[in-house]
């Protein structure tokens, strides 16, 4: 099934600087979506990257996925950003502030629509076969975070995948949403509230959004520094409310206890009775409870996702 994912925008970043801009800025490596890749690497000519725009204390200003235009041979690579719609005036205003004297336009492209193609197969069976039928001209290409979100597609506004695609059937939207948050995949502003969510804590490693080795980029040394001598002790986790409780009715931010009524993390954001909280990782095997609106106590349980690596629990 396919989502329109009318919540995402897209900017472009155009010009001789385009790289070199992303590259200061945002914590992968721009360089692998050059036809030839970064030096040495042998990884060029990737599609799509994910990666978070940080502010200089470290903390997300907004996750991204990173599209390469491709181009005639010889030209400069232009670059399209998704990002949560709610941020786009704020990312753009983060990428001029930092253009300084670069060759680089930046501009939105509301004449194009973000797409969500998600795998039929369950989670850790998911194929990254690309489906069949798409015309050449779409950018269609495997989501870079894990093979259980599928495959991002942008194309023209007024185009509808659903007719042109033999075999494709539109979702609702609330299904896109109940499946990440199966996954325990944070996305938006909702999910990382811009200046307060840290990359690290969000995961971002395991969803192959960050690069330890292309140098210096905004905000990189708080999150160099943890990865190589901290230990991350919270992490946003997919959370299951109990007894019809519905995530609309716990507040972002919500304390979360633990059965001893200690404090173990912070609800974030859901569908239905799926949602993600940042929760302690010593008390996460625990039954946990978070107040509704209203003062009511429900009980929640977090797991950890089945696509991160084997060391995820630590």
């Not at 925008?9 to 800025?25: H, I």
Request: aromatic residues 6%; contains cysteine.
């Amino acid at each position: 099934r396919c989502y329109r994912l009318s919540q995402r925008d897209l900017l472009a970043v155009r010009g001789p600087d385009s790289v070199a801009l992303l590259q200061g800025l945002v914590t992968n490596d721009v360089e692998l979506l050059r036809p030839g890749g970064a030096a040495g690497t042998g990884e060029g000519g990737r599609r799509a990257l994910y990666a978070h725009l940080l502010n200089v204390q470290g903390r997300t200003v907004a996750d991204l996925l990173l599209y390469r235009q491709d181009k005639a041979p010889g030209q400069e690579v232009s670059i399209l950003l998704e990002c949560d719609q709610a941020a786009l005036d704020m990312v753009q205003k983060h990428l001029k502030m930092y253009k300084i004297r670069k060759k680089v336009q930046i501009c939105a492209c509301p004449e194009l629509a973000v797409w969500a193609v998600l795998p039929a197969a369950q989670p850790g069976e998911a194929s990254r076969a690309s489906p069949s039928g798409v015309p050449e001209d779409w950018i269609l290409t495997p989501d870079p975070r894990t093979a259980a979100m599928g495959w991002r597609l942008v194309v023209e506004r007024e185009v509808k995948p659903v007719e042109l695609v033999p075999g494709w059937e539109q979702g609702e939207l609330e299904e896109y949403h109940r499946h990440r948050y199966r996954l325990g995949l944070a996305e938006g502003v909702r999910d990382l509230p811009p200046g307060v969510a840290l990359p690290l804590e969000s995961n971002l490693v395991y969803m192959n959004g960050i690069s330890f080795s292309k140098g210096c980029y905004l905000g990189q040394e708080l999150t160099a520094r943890t990865h190589y001598t901290g230990l991350i002790r919270k992490r946003l986790l997919p959370v299951r409310l109990s007894g019809g409780a519905l995530s609309a009715a716990v507040p972002a931010g919500a304390e979360i206890l633990s059965e001893s009524e200690k404090p173990a993390g912070k609800y974030r954001a859901g569908e239905g009775e799926l949602g993600l909280a940042l929760v302690r990782l010593a008390h996460a095997r625990e039954q946990l409870r978070v107040e509704t609106a209203d003062g009511t106590r429900v009980e929640l349980a977090a797991s950890v996702p089945m696509w991160w690596p084997g060391d995820g629990e630590k």
